[in-house]
T-cell receptor
Framework: DAGVIQSPRHEVTEMGQEVTLRCKPI?????LFWYRQTMMRGLELLIY????????DSGMPEDRFSAKMPNASFSTLKIQPSEPRDSAVYFC????????????FGQGTRLTVV | GESVGLHLPTLSVQEGDNSIINCAYS??????FIWYKQESGKGPQFIID?????DKRQGQRVTVLLNKTVKHLSLQIAATQPGDSAVYFC?????????????FGGGTRVLVKP
């Protein structure tokens, strides 16, 4: 397996634009996590899914952020409208059976909102 | 994806010496713990894990110790090498009614001096 695949690797956008980050988890994994990494807050859990169903989205900062998982092999994190304070590295991770095994991370998407 | 230059505690270690990285976790209900290593330009990578019914686990050059009484976790790296220079995170899994939530600590930067 190629591991968790995220796209794009880098995204630069203007304030107010919509941004969509994409993730392909490892085949067979039933948990998918979205994290944001910033200088101030470190690695924050935004939302996680189990079997394509959102379980806990309490980490999503505000309504501008939304995440979907239409099937077991694809998830998106959308920011609309984007703001400069959304600039961060966004990671997707997947695992099998959640708390029994480690989560595998993608390479991340570095988002810059100008 | 890069570790984003966090204002982290830093541990400077001479090559060949042993390193000890500490982590305090927050939830007494956490049942599974993982140490991750993050190198520049990459997502976090699994190092070693430990379940709450254990107090010690050893891997290759690494040992994790768990003290549930004081909610403390440590990672020991034997004979630290230049390739060990990275940011290290502890993560705790919290079982929720609907799923397993994996959250991260603030991280420690390890710098290995030749």
């Amino acid at each position: 397996d190629a591991g968790v695949i995220q796209s794009p690797r880098h995204e630069v956008t203007e304030m107010g634009q919509e941004v969509t980050l994409r993730c392909k988890p490892i085949s067979g994994h039933d948990y998918l996590f979205w994290y944001r990494q910033t200088m101030m807050r470190g690695l924050e859990l935004l939302i996680y899914f189990n079997n394509n169903v959102p379980i806990d989205d309490s980490g999503m900062p505000e309504d501008r952020f939304s995440a979907k998982m239409p099937n077991a092999s694809f998830s998106t994190l959308k920011i609309q409208p984007s703001e400069p304070r959304d600039s961060a590295v966004y990671f997707c991770a997947s695992s099998f059976s959640g708390g029994n095994t480690e989560a595998f991370f993608g390479q991340g998407t570095r988002l810059t909102v100008v | 994806g890069e570790s984003v230059g966090l204002h982290l505690p830093t541990l400077s270690v001479q090559e060949g010496d042993n390193s000890i990285i500490n982590c305090a976790y927050s939830n007494s209900a956490s049942d599974y713990f993982i140490w991750y290593k993050q190198e520049s330009g990459k997502g976090p990578q699994f190092i070693i894990d430990i379940r709450s019914n254990m107090d010690k686990r050893q891997g290759q050059r690494v040992t994790v110790l768990l003290n549930k009484t004081v909610k403390h976790l440590s990672l020991q790296i034997a004979a630290t090498q230049p390739g060990d220079s990275a940011v290290y995170f502890c993560a705790e899994n919290i079982f929720e009614a609907a799923g397993n939530k994996l959250t991260f600590g603030g991280g420690t930067r390890v710098l290995v001096k030749p």
